[in-house]
């Protein structure tokens, strides 16, 4: 039992969550090491949604609330951290739900999909029937109606290759990725440096508030090459601060 008291509390409580999807079978064996990943990256902007990642945020909603055929694509770790609010976050923005995983397996499918479930959602999960062109891997399946005609995706927690491929066709592509320096957040046209639950919790509060005109203003101003390097110039600046702490 983690005291409320703890510094790292809610960076613990995650810890946790994702241990017991793990053990669920939800999240891969692999995931607990991307979780890990993302903890350091997260350690490094200070645990906190920062300037640049609110600015992609509302720029994420502006896009999804200007698509047509918005996709947000799920994985183990998605699952496992924040079903219940990616499920508002979709009914919000009209977007569907699509289970895509690089560990695809249909026991690990059907579980992500009876845990959408339990929010009242059917999601698209079990039997794709398309396929991304130029992707080798299991992550290259999809829904014809899904993000195979999708005009915008949001790939929170991605492993890279995809998001180039989903370009090609044609798609926008929304990354959350608390590393600014991975292949996922250098190719996406919207980069949201944050962690998972605290940017999708952000983009929920957005969805209330966003209009479509606003919308259409905040999207001619956006530059994500801009944000990405603010983002990484934030993790330099504060490093350097702290290294002058000692
Ligand atoms: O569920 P599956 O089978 O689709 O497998 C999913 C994993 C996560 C194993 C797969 O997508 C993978 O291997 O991902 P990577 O290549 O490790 O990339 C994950 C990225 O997400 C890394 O850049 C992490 O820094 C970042 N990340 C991890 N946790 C979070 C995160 N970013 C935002 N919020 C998090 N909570």
Do not use: W
Request: aromatic share 6%; proline share 3%; with cysteine.
């Amino acid at each position: 039992m983690i005291p409320k008291s703890h510094p790292r509390y809610e960076s613990l409580k995650k810890r946790e969550k994702i241990i017991r999807y793990y053990k669920k079978g939800i999240v891969a064996e692999a995931g607990l090491i991307a979780h890990g990943r993302g903890e350091a990256f997260d350690y490094l902007i200070g645990e906190k949604t920062q300037p640049f990642a609110l600015k992609a945020e509302r720029a994420a909603v502006s896009q999804m609330k200007l698509s047509l055929s918005p996709v947000i694509s799920v994985n183990g770790n998605v699952t496992a951290l924040c079903a219940k609010e990616i499920v508002e976050l979709s009914k919000l923005l009209n977007a569907k739900i699509e289970v895509n995983l690089f560990y695809r397996t249909k026991k690990r499918i059907n579980l992500i999909a009876r845990e959408f479930k339990k929010y009242g959602v059917e999601i698209l999960g079990t039997e794709p029937d398309a396929r991304i062109p130029g992707l080798e891997h299991n992550r290259s399946l999809v829904f014809s109606g899904g993000i195979y005609k999708a005009d915008t995706v949001l790939v929170p927690l991605e492993d890279g290759d995809r998001t180039m491929a989903l370009k090609k066709m044609g798609k926008r592509v929304i990354a959350i990725d608390l590393n600014p320096l991975s292949r996922t957040a250098q190719t996406a046209d919207i980069t949201i440096v944050d962690e998972l639950t605290r940017a999708i919790k952000e983009m929920i509060n957005l969805s209330k508030e966003i209009g479509i005109e606003e919308a259409k203003r905040i999207l001619e101003d956006y530059n994500n090459k801009r944000i990405i390097s603010e983002s990484i110039e934030f993790i330099n600046k504060r490093l350097k601060e702290m290294s002058l702490l000692f």
